[in-house]
């Protein structure tokens, strides 16, 4: 029944779109590489197999003090954060094109949440009706937030907000679709939707309720260069003023994990509502970005048997970040979070802020970089420079990929 019930709703939104006008693919997270030199390349004599092989690492050293004591080191954060191996290509058509990606490190498995080392983090194949138009079936990101549905490969911090983190709705299995076009001769839209099973990437079975998301973006001023609307910082210099304004919801009913699609498991399934608006400009260098996202939860704490609790995230919370790229390639970024839980949860979480400064020197624009990044989080207001729960903290992070 439920495999029925998403073949209908993937018929409606099939039909439901319509595209007449190409200008060409978006290169990120939700779409393979296709076109372009990235990565190591393969194609068959014929042309009816091509594949794009891809690698990319992070390695970091951190460190945070103590809660209250700007001196006493809380923990030491030195690892591999991420390595991810990446392929993309098409079969018999490029209208046939998959993308698969793997993850080696444990923070990018999904382990301490579920006890699951699940490798895979993509697992899609994609059909392309026309240039503007295309739909997914499989695993891989929702459209949801930006920063999230931006590539861990894009960023200017080392790590995205502790928004994202509390809120963001991942990746799933299921069906999506995908539709761009032109308004008059600059503006452009973009309109994205998904019905998925709302279990995640480490589910082996599904339960009867489902996740719908939708998006929507205008880019007034026309599409950024090399997609930059998805990538943190001006690295293109962008010549005249681009703007992206998005906005979405996302339903995911009877998840019984803590975050819908990611999480710890909670003691019973609950219905999540979040709504997310965000919008980024940039111009010769300058880059700004604001994400705003709220998430309701019908019941956020679910309790055992025994009387034990655990709560599922109600709340909301803004991220800004504001950068300038020098000529020379080096960047500074300032970056300030702030995250309320709802009242329902307020014995277990409290209110949040992150004030971070950021220094990056790109040396093959985010493909190989430099990070330095220097933070603050409080729980009393940013100016409690000794309140009790604050502390400092730093990392220094190397990334390589092709």
């Not at 503006?187 to 082996?204: C, P």
């Not at 100016?383 to 604050?390: E, Q, S, T, Y």
Request: with cysteine; charged share 25%.
């Amino acid at each position: 029944m439920k495999l029925i019930k998403l073949s209908r709703i993937f018929c409606f939104m099939v039909f439901s779109f319509c595209a007449d006008e190409a200008f060409g693919q978006r290169e990120r997270d939700e779409f393979p590489t296709l076109k372009n030199f990235k990565g190591l390349q393969f194609k068959s004599n014929d042309s009816t197999i091509y594949m794009n092989f891809r690698f990319r690492m992070q390695n970091r050293l951190g460190a945070s003090t103590i809660d209250g004591d700007n001196l006493g080191i809380r923990e030491f954060d030195a690892r591999v954060r991420r390595l991810r191996m990446r392929v993309d290509g098409y079969l018999y058509s490029p209208k046939f094109a998959y993308t698969i990606q793997l993850a080696f490190t444990r923070g990018d498995q999904d382990f301490d949440d579920t006890g699951v080392a699940n490798i895979v983090r993509d697992a899609v194949v994609f059909y392309n009706f026309t240039p503007n138009f295309y739909v997914a079936f499989g695993l891989n990101k929702l459209p949801g937030n930006r920063q999230r549905v931006n590539s861990s490969g894009q960023l200017q911090f080392a790590d995205r907000s502790i928004v994202n983190a509390a809120m963001n709705i991942d990746r799933d299995f299921g069906i999506k679709a995908y539709y761009k076009n032109k308004i008059g001769g600059t503006a452009v839209y973009h309109l994205k939707g998904a019905i998925t099973t709302g279990e995640g990437r480490v589910a082996n079975n599904t339960d009867k309720g489902l996740a719908y998301t939708g998006r929507a973006e205008l880019l007034p001023l026309g599409a950024f260069t090399d997609d930059g609307d998805y990538s943190e910082g001006d690295l293109m210099r962008e010549k005249t003023p681009k703007l992206s304004v998005g906005g979405g919801y996302s339903k995911n009913v009877g998840t019984t994990r803590s975050g819908g699609q990611i999480g710890y498991y909670l003691y019973e399934p609950v219905t999540l509502q979040t709504y997310f608006a965000d919008a980024i400009f940039k111009y010769n260098g300058w880059a700004y970005q604001f994400e705003y996202i709220k998430r309701s939860v019908d019941k956020a704490i679910t309790y055992n048997e025994a009387g034990e609790s655990v709560y599922a995230f109600n709340g909301q919370g803004i991220n800004q970040q504001l950068s300038y790229l020098f000529k020379s390639n080096y960047e500074l970024a300032g970056r300030y979070s702030w995250l309320e839980p709802g009242k329902s949860i307020g014995a277990y979480q409290q209110e949040t802020e992150i004030v971070e400064l950021g220094a990056t020197k790109y040396l093959h624009q985010h493909r190989i970089k430099f990070q330095l990044n220097v933070n603050y989080q409080t729980k009393q207001g940013v100016f409690a420079l000794d309140g009790k729960g604050n502390r400092w903290g730093g990392v220094f992070q190397v990334e390589l990929g092709i």
